[in-house]
């Protein structure tokens, strides 16, 4: 064990350079860093919110508008369906979650219950030939068609689980570092975005559902009766944003929707001047949306957002190269923020905010100058202990493995891009604590050995040899429970466990390896007789 290979001095001067060199980033202002060579490591440790400051949101997907917006599109592609099989029909509604009608002719009612399992049907999961609806017989000539609960919940669920990858590309678009987004229960989501000093517009942007559709402006409705909430079949009345009406009746089925964009950016009208938002279809958008335009010049179309018209243009001419401009009252922020949101997708549901809290920076200021007292606390502590107990030699050599280890904890965060939080203080410091235990181990058993009557080389060898299991044991165990704790736990919890991680392997490195080579090059220098340890 206490051969001095040159691939341990190696190793140990590898490591410390590694340690020195991404740690230094840490400690130098940003000028400084700007100034350094490009070879230069830049990357710095991410501060979590409790330390930087920041927003934290708790937002609940609206799970039941999602049901609401399935049941409303199955009414439409119901009334589509029959149409086009050339089944008459009357009284189709929407009662209690379910869908019912009745079939003009009772002869058809097998047949229109057919088409309808084949268009509006989709397969369920881990089944075969199963499908997420059911369509009933009812009465003499009726039909009811119902979904099936499970199938729902799985769609709510797939929601949710949507809706976190979406706002993370919105929030990352935002240009904040490191956000937390975990899912919490069943459809509740927790977004903590650290340096997000203003929480309103990671609101607006996270909660906005983003649903942008391209509908045809239905021209034949009475507006009177519209405005009274009788709208024609297969329409529906929507504000209106254009400053010219307050309100638009549009039809229902959508000629493009937002999903086939490809990318939005914010820009400027060549001819007013004004801030637009800039987009592109993908190959399938930009053909569908050049035959709508072809087959309805001189009409108008409603470019709708969250429900909301935009501004309704009219067609002058087949539009055909895939892209376009949407135009409306914005800002150059307002439209930055739009083609944010169209290049992260629409969210699956409408988000409501169930509570909103804000960490100042102030307070993360005073978190950080806490955790460096602590720390500083707990190495000088460190270092008294291990000087009194083994001498100035022996604790010495531990106290600059320590530094060396605190050197590549905070170079793995730095490379890695981990967030440091508070706990993730509280684990460095107890890393600093448990990575002095192997020291420990190894001195005590080297102090045996002497005591035993063996020379000062064989009671060294023995040390390091005889402690290594114990050592290996006791760290195993810690990094198993790091392990599970950055499994199953979450935000601060994660952050500890993740700091503990790192400072197992790096300790179990230092202690041993580091310790190893030390003494190693110290007992070659000097040939003692006896250890100055007992």
């Known amino acids: 064990m206490m051969t001095l290979s040159r691939w341990k001095i190696i190793a140990v001067v590898l490591a410390a350079i590694f340690g020195v060199l991404f740690s230094l980033p840490n400690l130098l202002p940003q000028q400084t860093l700007a100034s350094m060579p490009a070879f230069f490591p830049r990357q710095q440790l991410n501060l979590g919110l409790d330390l930087q400051g920041g927003s934290h949101l708790l937002l609940e997907v609206d799970t039941e508008a999602l049901r609401a917006e399935r049941l409303v599109n199955t009414v439409e592609d119901t009334r589509v369906t029959l149409t086009a099989e050339r089944i008459a029909f009357s009284d189709l509604r929407e009662q209690g979650g379910e869908i019912t009608l009745q079939i003009t002719d009772p002869a058809r009612r097998s047949a229109a219950a057919a088409a309808l399992r084949t268009a509006l049907g989709t397969p369920l999961a881990g089944t075969t030939g199963g499908s997420d609806i059911t369509v009933n017989n009812e009465g003499e000539a009726g039909l009811r068609i119902s979904f099936v609960e499970a199938a729902m919940d799985a769609e709510a669920g797939k929601a949710v689980e949507q809706s976190i990858e979406i706002i993370r590309r919105r929030i990352d678009e935002l240009g904040t570092k490191e956000p937390t987004i975990i899912r919490q229960g069943v459809d509740r989501i ?68 937002g999903e086939m964009l490809t990318d939005a950016s914010q820009g400027f009208d060549s001819q007013t001047g004004e801030a637009v938002v800039n987009f592109r279809f993908n190959s399938m958008g930009a053909r569908r949306f050049g035959e709508a335009t072809a087959e309805s010049i001189g009409q108008r179309f409603a470019i709708v957002l969250d429900g909301r018209v935009i501004s309704a243009p009219v067609i002058r001419s087949a539009i055909t190269g895939g892209s376009g401009m949407i135009s409306g009252s ?37 978190a950080v100058r806490a955790g460096q007292i602590s720390t500083g606390i707990g190495f000088v502590t460190i270092l008294v202990f291990m000087v009194l107990a083994y001498g100035g030699l022996f604790g010495g050599i531990s106290v600059v493995a320590l530094l060396i280890n605190a050197l590549l904890i905070f170079a793995i965060m730095s490379v890695t891009q981990a967030t440091l939080t508070l706990p993730g ?44 299991s114990s050592i290996i044991d006791a760290n195993v165990t810690t990094i198993l429970a790091a392990l599970i704790m950055f499994q199953f736990g979450s935000g601060p919890v994660r952050g500890f466990a993740w700091t503990l991680s790192i400072g197992v392997v790096t300790s179990v490195f230092t202690a041993v390896l580091v310790t190893q080579v030390l003494l190693a090059l110290w007992f070659r220098a000097t040939r003692p007789k006896t250890l100055p340890i007992v």
């Not at 000093?197 to 045809?216: C, H, W, Y």
């Not at 329409?235 to 307050?246: I, M, N």
């Not at 604590?433 to 080389?457: C, H, K, Q, S």
């Open 190 to 257: 927790v977004v903590q975005a650290p340096g997000e000093s203003d929480p309103e517009r990671l609101k607006n942007v996270i909660g906005q559902t983003a649903k942008l559709t391209f509908q045809m402006v239905d021209e034949s409705a009475d507006l009177a009766a519209a405005a009274e909430g009788r709208a024609p079949p297969g329409s529906e009345v929507l504000p209106s944003e254009d400053g010219l009406t307050p309100f638009i009746v549009v039809r229902r089925r959508a000629l493009v929707s």
């Open 425 to 468: 203080i509280a684990g460095l410091i107890l890393t600093l604590a448990v990575a002095v235990d192997a020291n420990v181990l190894i001195y005590e058993r080297m102090r045996d050995e002497i005591r035993a009557g063996r020379t000062a080389i064989a009671a060294m060898d023995a040390g390091f040899s005889k402690a290594m």
């Open 330 to 366: 914005f800002t150059p922020e307002s439209a930055n923020d739009l083609a944010v949101l169209l290049r992260a997708g629409a969210l699956p549901a409408p988000l409501t905010v169930e509570e909103q809290r804000t960490v100042g920076a102030e307070l993360g200021a005073d």
